[in-house]
């Protein structure tokens, strides 16, 4: 993939909180920023995508009515060896 040039201005504080986070992580400022906006992108995916999940299974649930009783089979006896 062909990689950009992005340039950023942050404060000198910022700047060696990054460097620091970097360097415990063994990782050089680039490796740290780029791994950071990548992970924070495929957050943004995933919480979007389980949302849209839940609203499914929400939906669905809506419909079934916890009150009835089974209308076949039955639950099998505590005695009752498993099949």
Same mark, same amino acid.
């Given at each position: ?10 404060d000198s504080?910022?700047? /060696? #909180?990054?460097? *620091?986070?970097? =360097? ?23 919480? /979007? #995508?389980a949302t *849209?999940?839940? =609203? ?23 005695? /009752?060896?498993p099949l």
């Amino acid at each position: 993939m062909a990689t950009r040039m992005l340039s950023v201005r942050i404060d000198s504080e910022t700047l /060696e #909180s990054v460097k *620091e986070r970097a =360097e415990a992580r063994g990782m050089t400022v680039q490796e740290f920023v780029v791994r950071n906006l990548q992970r924070d992108g495929f957050h943004d995916r995933f919480m /979007e #995508s389980a949302t *849209e999940a839940l =609203e499914v299974y929400y939906d669905a649930l809506s419909h079934v009515d916890t009150n009835a009783k089974p209308t076949t089979g039955s639950a099998p006896d505590i005695d /009752e060896e498993p099949l």
